[in-house]
C-alpha cells in the first residue's frame, strides 16, 4: 500500500530527528583467525534504538533510500563505529557495512579519510569497506575506480555476501577486493553438503592463489565451523563463534575468551590429511622484526645467528614484506640508519603452513617476473613461521612426483598403500583411547576385490580392466562414501579398502552388490554383453566390523584380510542372498583381538 503524503512528511521528520540527534547504536560481531583462534577484526552492525520510531534496521535504511537520506544516515552510523573502534589493539580491524550508492559517491573517499584521521589511533589500512546490496539492477560504473582511489588511501575492499544475486564472480572480477565474506547460504548445513564443500572449496583455493582472504559469515553450529576450518578457509563469523555485541561487551577479556574457546574445541577435533607434503617442513628461519627497527640493528641479528636467511618485518599481527639476509648486510655498510621496512621487497606473498607444495607452486607460477626469487613468507596468524624459497618447492615437488604413486593411485586417484596404512595406524591409535574418541570414530572396515578380475583382463585387454576399476571406483563413492562419509583406498589392482563409523557400512555394502550385479550384465562378457566368453563378473565383500580394537598394527587388518579371502575360496561360503550368483558378503564377528599366526 503507498504511502500517504503525512506519513512520509512523518517519516521523513523521523529521520531528520535520528540523523541530527545522531540516535543510533552499533554493534560489533567478531571475525575469527582459524589458524590461531583470535579475533581479528570485528564488523559494525547498526542498531536502533527504542525512541528512533524505527522497527529493525533494515526499515531505517530503506526509508532513508527512499526519501534521498543514505549519504546523511551512513555518515552517522560510520562516525559511531570510528569512534568505537579508535580503542582497538592496532592489530585489529573495523569492517564497515556501506551502501553502492553511498560507496560510490565522489564525495566518499574524502569523507571517510577525514573521520579516520579524527580517530586518534585508527588507520585507513585497519578499516575494510563492504559494499553491501548489489543487485543486477544496480548499475554504478565508476565503482571499480572509487574502489582504486579508496585503495590508494590505505583502504581495503571487501565484497559482502559473495554468491548470492549479483554478489558473484563478475562482481569480484570489476571491484577486485581483499577480502570476500561467503553468504551464508553457501555456510549452511555444509557439513552434510558435498556440493556446498566443493564450492568452499574452490574460494580457499582460488583466495590463496589471489591473494584475497575469504570469510565463512553464518557459522551457527560446531559441524560448520569443523567443516570449514577442514576445507581449508582462514576466516569465520557467526553466531557459534560470537554474537553482536556492544563495544564494552565485545572487547571484555571474558567475551574473547568464550569465542576463543569455541575455536579450540573444534579446531582440536579436525585432523590434517596429512595426503601431501606441507610448506611448514620446508621452512627456513628468518629475522621478524618491527617496522621502526633500523638496518644496523637487524643486520646485528643476522650477523650473530647463521642460520637466518633474511628478515620478515611485522606490525602487530600483519605480516608485511622480505629482505633477504645479503640486501641487510649490504645496506648497513651505509644506510644503516634506515629501517628495514624501506629494504622490503613488496611483491612476497604468503600462506597458512598447512598449504600443500601444489598450492605454493601455482602461486609461484602467477608472480610478478621480478618477485620470482623472492621467497613464499609463512605465517600462522601473527606467528611468521619462516620463509620457502622457490627452488625448495621445485625440489619437493619433484620428489612428491617420484613418490606419487606411493601415495596416489594412478588409475583411481583414491588413496593409495602407503596413506591406507597410515590411516589404519590412526583408527588403531584412536580406537585404544576410548576416553577420547568422537563418536561417529572409524569403527568397520570392509575389502572389496572382483572376483576373476585377471581373466577379464586377459580376455578384454587393459584399457578396459582399467575402465571397468574406475567404474567401481566411481561407483564405491556414490553409493558408500558420498553417504557415510567413509575413507575409500585402492590398494591396487581391484582392490580396495573402506572404513566407516559403525553401523553405517553393512546396509551400504548391500547396496553396492546389488548395483554391481546389475550393471554387470552390460559388460563386455556379461549376459547382454556380447563378445568372447568370460567368468561372469561378481564381487567379493570381506565385512570386518569393529577390527580397529581388535588389532595393534595395519598388518594385521591385511593378514585377517587373507584368511577371509581364503575362506571365500572354499565351498564353505554362502552366497551373498540378495546379489546374483558369485556375489559374496563375508562378515568376521569375532570379538577377540586377533592374534598373530606363528
Not at 538 to 565: K, M
Request: aromatic share 6%; with cysteine; charged share 25%.
Amino acid at each position: 500500500m503507498a504511502k500517504t503524503p503525512n506519513n512520509t512528511k512523518a517519516t521523513r521528520r523521523r529521520l531528520l530527528d535520528l540523523i541530527a540527534s545522531r540516535a543510533v547504536a552499533v554493534a560489533f560481531q567478531p571475525i575469527l583467525d582459524l589458524n590461531d583462534g583470535m579475533i581479528v577484526a570485528y564488523e559494525a552492525l547498526t542498531r536502533i534504538v527504542p525512541e528512533s520510531g524505527f522497527d529493525n534496521p533494515g526499515a531505517l535504511f530503506a526509508a532513508a533510500a527512499e526519501h534521498g537520506l543514505l549519504w546523511e544516515l551512513e555518515a552517522v552510523t560510520r562516525a559511531a563505529a570510528i569512534e568505537a573502534a579508535a580503542s582497538w589493539p592496532s592489530d585489529t580491524r573495523l569492517f564497515l557495512n556501506t551502501t553502492p550508492s553511498v560507496f560510490a559517491d565522489p564525495r566518499f573517499p574524502d569523507a571517510l579519510r577525514s573521520a579516520v584521521q579524527g580517530a586518534r589511533g585508527l588507520s585507513p589500512d585497519r578499516v575494510v569497506l563492504e559494499i553491501t546490496e548489489l543487485s543486477d539492477e544496480q548499475d554504478f560504473p565508476g565503482l571499480a575506480e572509487q574502489v582504486r582511489r579508496l585503495r590508494g588511501l590505505g583502504f581495503d575492499a571487501a565484497i559482502d555476501d559473495a554468491g548470492a544475486g549479483a554478489s558473484g564472480l563478475n562482481r569480484i572480477m570489476i571491484i577486485r577486493p581483499a577480502w570476500i565474506k561467503l553468504d551464508r547460504a553457501f555456510v549452511r548445513g555444509i557439513d552434510s553438503d558435498h556440493y556446498k564443500q566443493n564450492m568452499v572449496r574452490f574460494f580457499a583455493h582460488f583466495a590463496r592463489l589471489s591473494g584475497v582472504s575469504v570469510i565463512a559469515e553464518g557459522i551457527e553450529r560446531r559441524e560448520e565451523l569443523a567443516t570449514v576450518i577442514g576445507l581449508g578457509l582462514r576466516y569465520a563469523q557467526g553466531y557459534y563463534l560470537g554474537k553482536p555485541g556492544a563495544r564494552e561487551q565485545t572487547t571484555d577479556p571474558r567475551f574473547v575468551s568464550a569465542v576463543r574457546g569455541r575455536w579450540a574445541e573444534v579446531d582440536a577435533e579436525v585432523a590434517p590429511s596429512g595426503e601431501s607434503a606441507t610448506l611448514v617442513r620446508l621452512c627456513r628461519p628468518v629475522l621478524t622484526v618491527e617496522p621502526g627497527t633500523t638496518v644496523a640493528d637487524a643486520a646485528a641479528v643476522l650477523r650473530a645467528d647463521q642460520t637466518l636467511c633474511g628478515a620478515v618485518v611485522r606490525d602487530g599481527r600483519r605480516v608485511g614484506g622480505w629482505a633477504s639476509r645479503q640486501s641487510i648486510l649490504d645496506r648497513a655498510t651505509d644506510r644503516g640508519g634506515e629501517r628495514v621496512a624501506d629494504a622490503l621487497s613488496e611483491a612476497v606473498c604468503h600462506l597458512p603452513p598447512g598449504a600443500s607444495i601444489a598450492e605454493a607452486l601455482e602461486l609461484a607460477c602467477i608472480m610478478d617476473e621480478e618477485a620470482v626469487c623472492d621467497p613464499l613468507i609463512v605465517a600462522s596468524g601473527a606467528a611468521v613461521i619462516g620463509v620457502v624459497r622457490v627452488r625448495d618447492l621445485v625440489r619437493a615437488a619433484t620428489r612428491e612426483g617420484r613418490l606419487g604413486q606411493s601415495w596416489r593411485a594412478p588409475v583411481t586417484g583414491l588413496p593409495a598403500r602407503i596413506r591406507a596404512d597410515q590411516h589404519v595406524a590412526e583408527l588403531i591409535r584412536a580406537a585404544r583411547a576410548q576416553d577420547q574418541r568422537p563418536a561417529d570414530a572409524h569403527a568397520d572396515a570392509a575389502f572389496i576385490d572382483i572376483r576373476a578380475f585377471a581373466s577379464y583382463n586377459a580376455a578384454f585387454g587393459y584399457e578396459l580392466g582399467d575402465r571397468l576399476i574406475r567404474s567401481l571406483s566411481d561407483l564405491i563413492h556414490a553409493v558408500i562414501a558420498g553417504p557415510t562419509g567413509a575413507f575409500v583406498a585402492h590398494l591396487g589392482e581391484d582392490r580396495f579398502l573402506i572404513t566407516c563409523a559403525p553401523g553405517r557400512l553393512e546396509r551400504q555394502l548391500a547396496a553396492l552388490v546389488d548395483t554391481f550385479d546389475r550393471q554387470a550384465t552390460l559388460l563386455p562378457g556379461g549376459v547382454s554383453g556380447g563378445g568372447p566368453p568370460c567368468p561372469r563378473m561378481s564381487l567379493r565383500v570381506l565385512f570386518l566390523p569393529g577390527v580397529f580394537a581388535r588389532i595393534s598394527q595395519p598388518r594385521d587388518l591385511y593378514r585377517r584380510e587373507q584368511q577371509l579371502r581364503a575362506a571365500s575360496e572354499s565351498r564353505s561360503h554362502r552366497p551373498f542372498a540378495h546379489g546374483a550368483p558369485g556375489s559374496s558378503i563375508i562378515t568376521d564377528w569375532r570379538r577377540h583381538e586377533l592374534r598373530r599366526a606363528g
